[in-house]
């Protein structure tokens, strides 16, 4: 199961501070993913909170494992979720 993000959480302003800087781009100008907001308020949205969901999801027993995707992705964090017997199989064409 994957939940949708908010957009950043606190340990990517750093590295997009430096990108946005490199490349440019003023907080007051037009986000570059999202023409309709300034790239300032596009980096203001609140960091989304998981844990209701997750606790829902856990009650009904459809969580077996979690991971943090933040640091190292889908490849790197998944398979820290898994018994060494097992391997997931990502197929990006199929979400």
């Known amino acids: 199961i994957g939940l949708p993000s908010s957009g950043l959480h606190s340990n990517g302003f750093s590295l997009l501070r430096s990108l946005a800087e490199a490349a440019g781009i003023r907080y007051r100008e037009a986000a570059p993913f999202d023409p309709t907001r300034s790239f300032g308020d596009a980096l203001l949205t609140p960091s989304r909170i998981y844990s209701k969901a997750m606790v829902r999801l856990a009650k009904l027993g459809k969580v077996k494992g979690a991971a943090p995707i933040a640091s190292g992705g ?12 097992l391997k997931a199989v990502l197929k990006a064409d199929k979400w």
């Open 74 to 85: 889908l490849r790197r964090s998944l398979p820290k979720t898994l018994p060494q017997s």
